[in-house]
């Protein structure tokens, strides 16, 4: 008689361990399913949320491709490049020029160019910016939209960017606006009388040679 008791709690007990087990298993891959999902929605959420500011996330940090140089953003061909002073003089002659939007209703006419030139300047935060300079001292600012980033150290290097280049114009009332923002003294905004041009140019791919 107390063997067959004995038998009956060994078989009970074994049941609960098998159910517990169980539901455990259940648990844990809820749990894992949770994660996953959550893991996606965050990422993408934050990569939308902050297009446009500097952060490190996963951004294209180049890819090389033998005897073609080092490829940032699109992949583009070294071959074409233009200087850069012939690409201003393109931009201010208007010449192709179509509209690209720039989001938020600012729209402006650009012309599709390849420019090739030495980096004079470049983000030191994140890298998603650059700037080439003519031997005259005209800029031109170059940002990749955070579509991908660059070498901070990248400063005396050839490059060659594909991409559109357009001008930007902040006129009087704007630069008098910042210039309050700043806190300058009256005198020194009634000083602000002529409108600042600022050549831009919006990257696809860059390559260093």
């Known amino acids: 008689m107390l063997r067959i008791l004995y038998l009956i709690v060994l078989a009970y007990t074994f049941a609960a361990c098998t159910s517990d087990s169980t539901a455990t298993g259940d648990k844990h891959d809820n749990h894992e399913h949770h994660d996953h999902d959550h893991a996606g929605h965050d990422h993408e959420g934050h990569d939308h949320d902050h297009a446009g500011h500097d952060h490190d996330h996963d951004h294209d940090h180049g890819t090389v491709t033998e005897g073609d140089g080092i490829h940032y953003g699109a992949e583009i061909t070294p071959d074409g490049g233009i200087a850069l002073a012939d690409v201003l003089a393109k931009v201010d002659g208007g010449e192709g020029a179509e509209d690209l939007d720039l989001g938020k209703g600012n729209i ?48 005396g290097k050839t490059v060659v960017v594909d991409g559109n280049a357009y001008k930007s114009v902040t006129t009087v009332d704007e630069l008098r606006h910042f210039a309050e923002d700043e806190g300058q003294s009256a005198e020194e905004i009634a000083k602000i009388t002529e409108p600042v041009s600022e050549y831009k140019l919006l990257a696809k791919g860059l390559v260093i040679k």
């Open 108 to 155: 402006v006419k650009a012309i599709a160019t390849k420019v090739e030139g030495e980096v004079s300047e470049v983000c030191k935060k994140a890298g998603c910016w650059l700037k080439m300079a003519t031997a005259d001292g005209k800029e031109i600012f170059i940002a990749t939209n955070h579509e991908f980033l660059v070498p901070v150290d990248m400063v």
